[in-house]
């Protein structure tokens, strides 16, 4: 990234290829739309390109590229989500988020889905932030601007309501 700062913007397509797919599956999770999640990380390394200059070399870039996606999805919850008819298929969403790698059949990956879809999205993003895109409680915290007490926590509520959710399905 300091190679991008530096103006080399060759560079900023190594970190497209790094980050592409976990950033697909951070926004797939909570957009459930795959064409919106195509925008949302092309948006987030326009931002990158935008906002190359208050990147901080001394802090971790992951960190600072998933608090530019909770921006950008921040932004895009704000203006399109409430205007979007709430219905998705479930299935085809479920076949580019979860996997049987993750340890679940089709039939779990769908439940799972949607489940997670019926929590708050604040509780939604943070379980996929934790959970799903395995991000240390330590980068969470600093993304969210918060305590990593507060972070345990908040994850351990949003676990419980999402299990409680799951086994109401059921």
Do not use: C
């Not at 704000?78 to 205007?83: I, Q």
Request: glycine share 2%; aromatic share 12%; charged share 30%.
């Amino acid at each position: 990234m300091t190679e991008v700062q530096n103006g080399r913007l060759d560079h900023l397509e190594e970190l497209f290829e790094r980050y592409q797919k976990k950033l697909f599956n951070f926004f797939m999770r909570l957009t459930h739309d795959q064409a919106a999640s195509e925008d949302l990380i092309q948006n987030v390394f326009v931002r990158i390109m935008k906002y190359r200059n208050t990147y901080n070399p001394n802090l971790k870039f992951k960190t600072w590229i998933y608090q530019l996606s909770r921006n950008q999805f921040h932004d895009y919850y704000r203006k399109e989500m409430e205007k979007r008819d709430d219905f998705s298929d479930v299935t085809t969403m479920a076949d580019s988020s979860l996997t049987a790698e993750d340890g679940y059949d089709k039939e779990q990956q769908v439940q799972l889905e949607q489940a997670l879809k019926k929590l708050p999205i604040e509780k939604r993003e943070l379980l996929v932030m934790s959970k799903m895109q395995g991000m240390h409680y330590d980068d969470i915290a600093e993304i969210k601007e918060i305590t990593v007490a507060n972070v345990k926590v908040q994850v351990h509520r949003a676990l419980k309501e999402l299990r409680t959710i799951y086994f109401q399905m059921n």
